[in-house]
């Protein structure tokens, strides 16, 4: 693990000159966008029978998992163990500032109920507040509950809160953290996914992480200007949308 001192050191290298972007990323071809997307719900006013229904939609459509609340995951496991569709959750949702150890206890809750992938804000205020131990042992600490598991944990940065050079260090934090994705937004900040972002996130950790784009994306002409730019995964309530639309070869430009 790098210590703060060399992750400060890359950022502010990489705030004068950005690395070379990574390879573009192979485009899915038609349908088969369906296996980028998370099919996500995430709503405080989200249902039971909503959330089957999702999971039922997502089977039909093989989504890469459901994204959903903590409280629905045991229910999501229940009707998608037998599928190829993960099932993912949130932690510290939406705002990031609960404490580390109520952050790893819910992962922990979570990794016991039958969860694939953790989506976990993290401490957003402690970064602009330029706090970083404690950003980074934040993000170590949810990571040590799924290590050993099997389970994909991507940070949330909330990149509409954020300045370039803190959207850069929040990067390198979560790569040092051992995280697996870095993700744009919740999608209850002040904005959602951005190409720009996007791209910049592809830059600073493409070689090493994964990026998800999420918040705001609704047609497959915004899941693929994602993808173009670096996104590895698309969390999105639109993915039946998306995933029709590119099965009709509607025409769209990059």
Known sequence: MNNLSEILARAESYSYSLPAAPEPLAIPKGKNISTWIDHTLLKPEATAEQVKLLCQEAKEYQFATVCINPVYVSL???LL?????GVGTVVGFPLGATVASVKAHEALQCLDMGVNEVDMVMNIGALKG????QVLNDICTVKDVLDHHNVILKVILETGLLTQKEKILAC???ESAGADYVKTSTGFGPAGATV???SLMYRVVGRTMKVKAAGGIRTYQDALAMI???????GSSSGIKIVNEASSNIEVQP
């Open 76 to 78: 999501a496991y229940g």
């Open 81 to 85: 163990k037998d599928s190829q569709v």
């Open 130 to 133: 330029q706090a970083y131990g």
């Open 172 to 174: 390198l934090l979560a």
């Open 196 to 198: 720009e972002d996007v």
């Open 228 to 234: 173009q730019a670096g996104a590895s995964r698309i």
